[in-house]
């Protein structure tokens, strides 16, 4: 089990019961902001707005709701004034850990992450202590087995992806950041269903779980996800399927 592909796939069917769909919500609004801030209201203009608000209707979030926090983001409504701070750190068995957050409190939220951690095995670091681990990619995800894998892999490659990668229980197209959007309107015009769409980052070396601490990785990083102030949680582990079978059985 990837740390970038699998466990997304997890953490999408989590995202679908409806006390989760109301945090991801509050979390969606909260980046629609910022990105609004950050790049302008227009959704032509800045693409990183375009993901997010793809991402909110995706998830079924009202237009009105989008529209409100695009307009808290370029000042023409009222609003908290949110701010990006992202955390580097190591959990259980050296897995290197980086959490994205928005925060109208950095200090309230960097000792609420730095608990987290410490409390579960892990310690946070300085920055940039595990950032060179990672790289900002798209990610297009097909559970193997529902797919036609010679068909995706030709317009994959067709539309510029990087790479396509076979795993167990996977396929993943693996883009540059700024082809992901290409990449994913080929497969959307072929009316293809993926598992997991997104820019994410994705791991360079991995480190190898055993259950015991695929257990307290697992426990870490449901943790933080769960806390208000973060967006996104990446990590380089992997977990083999009947460690990962044992845990959720």
């Given amino acids: 089990m990837s740390g970038h592909s699998k ?15 109301g945090k991801a919500f509050s979390k969606l609004i909260r980046l629609i902001t910022v990105s609004a801030r950050e790049g302008g209201g227009n959704l032509e203009n800045n693409s990183r ?35 990006e701070v992202a955390y580097e750190g190591y959990g259980p068995g050296g897995v290197a850990i980086m959490v994205e957050a928005t925060t109208d409190n950095r200090n309230r939220t960097t000792a609420e992450i730095r608990h987290l951690f ?33 068909e995706i892999m030709m317009i994959a490659i067709e ?19 700024d082809d992901f959007e290409k990449v994913r ?25 055993d259950e015991q601490q695929a257990r307290q990785v697992l426990k870490l990083i449901d943790l933080l996800e769960d806390h208000d102030d973060v967006q996104d949680v990446y990590a380089n582990f992997e977990i083999a399927d009947e460690v990962l079978n ?3 059985d």
């Fill in 7 to 21: 466990w997304s796939q997890i953490k999408h069917k989590k995202a679908k019961t409806d006390l989760a769909r």
């Fill in 49 to 83: 707005l375009r993901l997010v608000v793809q991402k909110a209707r995706e998830m079924n979030m009202p237009q009105e709701n989008i529209e409100k926090a695009i307009k808290k983001g370029t000042g023409e409504l009222e609003g908290v004034n949110y701010e």
């Fill in 118 to 150: 410490n409390k579960h095995g892990g310690s946070l670091g300085e920055s940039g202590c595990v950032s060179w681990v990672f790289e900002r990619k798209g990610l297009i995800s097909f559970e193997r087995g529902k797919v036609d894998e010679e």
């Fill in 159 to 177: 539309a510029g992806a990087e790479d396509v990668r076979t795993g167990e229980t996977t396929l993943d197209i693996i883009t540059a950041a």
């Fill in 185 to 209: 309107a080929a497969i959307d015009q072929q009316g293809l269903e993926y598992a997991v769409a997104q820019v994410t980052m994705i791991p360079k070396t991995t480190v190898n779980l």
């Fill in 246 to 248: 044992s845990i959720q």
